[in-house]
């Protein structure tokens, strides 16, 4: 049986002990709300992607391509600052809908249930 490490040996909290260690700690389970892209008014300004504290939003061929939902926290500084407000925060409890994985929905189908308008 090995022996557990006393309260001498362990690390002290808060420290980063090695660069680059935030992808294998998913802190998505955090949030409340997560943020859902209309795919069909994005005008791919990537200002989402830009000032994304986590940078959890996936771009590719300069276009917002969806969210790393295992590491948002569900902040909204991407609805808040999205200027054609196609970014929508929903309940976590909420079935996704129409959104994909990724969280892309196309707003002829939009389910405005439980949803947090950006434009506030």
Known sequence: MAREPGYKELPIGGLILE???????KTGGWR???PQVDKDTCIECLQCWL????CCI??????????DYDH????AI??????AKCIRMILETDPRGMA????????KSKNSSSVIDSKR
């Open 32 to 34: 409340t709300y997560r």
């Open 100 to 107: 994909d994985e990724r969280g892309r929905y196309h707003s």
């Open 72 to 75: 948002c926290k569900g902040c």
């Open 19 to 25: 660069a680059g260690n935030a992808i294998r700690y």
């Open 58 to 67: 996936y771009a590719e061929n300069e276009k917002m391509e969806g969210y």
């Open 78 to 83: 991407c609805a808040k600052i999205c200027p």
């Open 51 to 54: 000032l994304c504290p986590d």
